[in-house]
């Protein structure tokens, strides 16, 4: 019914910048929430970022003032621009959405791309 397809992922060098994006396709009506977590190796999946319909924005504290999202609800697409970069903040991207195509609001999430920050 409706796929999140990610891309942008990649290997960078520490305090460089990546960018990524996530567009949901299929039958959407309204996406209410949509954002991105992360997974380490050995970790659980943890909440990067989060957006509203109308860009309210929310971060974890560790990648507050470096990482920023933003939507393009006509596109029903969600970014993450990453910047500065760091070690830790290599993992497994998803991007997440709360997604209405009746009669009730369905959680999606992506495939997952991969980001690797190393020197």
């Known amino acids: 019914q409706v796929q999140l397809v990610e891309s942008g992922g990649g290997l960078v060098q520490p305090g460089e910048s990546l960018s990524l994006s996530c567009t949901a396709s299929?039958?959407?009506?309204?996406?209410?929430?949509m954002g991105w977590f992360r997974q380490a190796p050995g970790k659980q999946r943890e909440l990067v970022a989060t957006?509203?319909?109308?860009?309210?924005?929310n971060y974890s504290d560790s990648v507050k003032g470096r990482f920023t999202i933003s939507r393009d609800n006509a596109k029903n697409t969600v970014y993450l621009q990453m910047d500065s970069l760091k070690p830790e903040d290599t993992a497994v991207y998803y991007c997440?959405?709360?997604?209405?195509?009746?009669?009730?609001?369905?959680?999606?999430w992506g495939q997952g791309t991969q980001v690797t920050v190393s020197s």
């Open positions: 997440n959405a709360e997604v209405y195509s009746g009669p009730i609001y369905k959680n999606y």
């Open positions: 957006a509203t319909r109308d860009s309210t924005t």
């Open positions: 299929g039958i959407i009506f309204n996406i209410n929430v």
